[in-house]
């Protein structure tokens, strides 16, 4: 069956550390993948997204990237986090196409807490 | 311009009653999903509509019907609400084709029942 796992379930950091959180996939074939950001009490925005080509990925407010197929990973990275980033993170995979299987499954979220 | 709007952006209402939440994008998109997320924080897809039609029914108890009466809009009624449908309920849409399923959110819906 498809899916994403998120194996961090909280993570706190200081302003300035660098960060990086886990996700894996359990997919076959082809598949988008997706890291989805959530403030406290807004909706969810995407951060970036892997469709094909170069595996390091780059998205907004510094955030990026891996996608390593052998792993089954796509992992995200900050260099330095900032206050700011305080955030629920959720990892996403779908497959590509127009059908039951381009339902976009999400991780357990992972919550990030950065201390001033 | 919004691209995803629902409204309302916050429902409490008793057990028992029957409600409905409103959904809209403007993106010219085909497909139209429903998310609910937990207290948890955990998101789980319920329904998603491709172009009016349902193609995803994910083990949602019949409470909860969906009705979509163009590709613009999709909108999800609950009957006999329970304690245990207190959520939060995303909206999305996406165009999905040979490449590309990124998915857009709505603003989302804060349902409390008491």
């Known amino acids: 069956a498809q899916s994403v796992s998120q194996h961090n379930h909280h993570v706190i950091l200081s302003e300035a550390a660098s960060l990086e959180l886990g996700c894996n996939y359990s997919?076959?074939?082809?598949?988008?993948l997706f890291w989805y950001v959530q403030y406290p009490g807004q909706h969810l925005q995407l951060l970036l997204k892997?469709?094909?080509?170069?595996?390091l990925v780059k998205g907004i407010k510094g955030f990026e990237a891996e996608f390593i197929k052998s792993k089954f990973s796509f992992n995200l990275r900050k260099p330095s986090v900032q206050w700011s980033d305080t955030a629920e993170y959720f990892c996403?995979?779908?497959?590509?196409?127009?059908?039951?299987?381009?339902?976009?499954?999400f991780g357990s979220g992972t919550r990030l807490s950065i201390r001033p | 311009d919004t691209a995803v709007s629902q409204t309302p952006k916050y429902l409490v209402t008793q057990m028992g009653n029957d409600k409905s939440i409103k959904c809209e994008q403007n993106l010219g998109h085909d497909t139209m999903y429903w998310y609910k997320q937990d207290s948890k924080k955990f998101l789980k897809i319920m329904f998603s509509?491709?172009?009016?039609?349902?193609?995803i029914n994910e083990t949602v108890p019949n409470r909860f019907s969906p009705k979509s009466p163009d590709k613009a809009h999709l909108n999800l009624h609950i009957n006999s609400l329970e304690l245990g449908d207190s959520a939060v309920y995303f909206c999305a849409s996406s165009q999905p084709n040979s490449v590309n399923t990124e998915a857009f959110f709505g603003q989302g819906t804060r349902l409390t029942v008491v």
């Open positions: 509509y491709n172009n009016k039609e349902l193609i």
């Open positions: 997919y076959g074939g082809t598949v988008n």
């Open positions: 892997y469709f094909s080509g170069d595996p």
């Open positions: 996403a995979a779908a497959r590509p196409g127009y059908s039951s299987a381009s339902k976009i499954i």
